[in-house]
């Protein structure tokens, strides 16, 4: 889960707050991987290991990174708090825990007071597949090669949708 996947610098930096959240988050890493993103994950806790995200966040902008998607699941204050210490948008999947299946993940993420963005997505892979789409789409603004891809994906997608049910 460390190296950088896709070849060169990493643009799209994937954190999340446990080893656990894995599951759910390598589905971002996939679909990123898919698109020939280059990207980087790694296991970052707001509450366990709080220096390891500051540092992360503070030297996101200057380590070439330009879109960060956190996952975390419960009391999931890593997006916010990241966001709070970087200006690169910031896309928050709310992990699906097991006591409230994701909903305080959701409410924690989502409910960002004004003047701190988080662009949250769904809840489990849903939404972290979303928010590589999401990345990819914020890249592609200034990437042509880029943007060809993402609109190949979504024709192939639209191509794989069967007519009828059975
Ligand atoms: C959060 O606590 C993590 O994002 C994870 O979803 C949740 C549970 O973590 P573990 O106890 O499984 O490590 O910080």
Redesign the pocket.
């Known amino acids: 889960m460390s190296e950088t996947l896709g070849g060169s610098a990493p643009l799209v930096g994937i954190i ?6 894995w599951e759910t988050m390598r589905h971002a890493s996939e679909m990123l991987q898919g698109l020939d993103v280059p990207h980087e994950c790694r296991v970052v ?4 290991t709080p220096r390891r995200m500051v540092d992360y966040a503070e030297r996101a902008v200057a380590r070439g990174l330009k879109v960060i998607i956190a ?6 204050h ?1 997006p916010g708090m990241t966001a709070s210490m970087t200006r690169l948008p910031v896309l928050g999947v709310p ?1 699906e ?1 097991h006591a409230l299946k994701g909903q305080d ?1 959701l409410l924690s993420i989502v409910q960002m007071p004004a003047g701190i963005p988080v662009g949250t997505l769904a809840i489990g892979r849903a939404g972290a597949v979303n928010a590589a789409l999401m990345a990819a789409a914020i890249l592609a603004l200034s990437d042509p090669a880029l943007a060809e891809r993402l609109d190949a994906h979504r024709v192939a997608q639209s191509e794989g949708v069967a007519e009828t049910p059975e």
């Open positions: 999340m707050g446990s080893r656990s959240d806790s707001a509450h366990r996952g975390a699941g419960g009391a999931a890593l992990v825990s993940s």
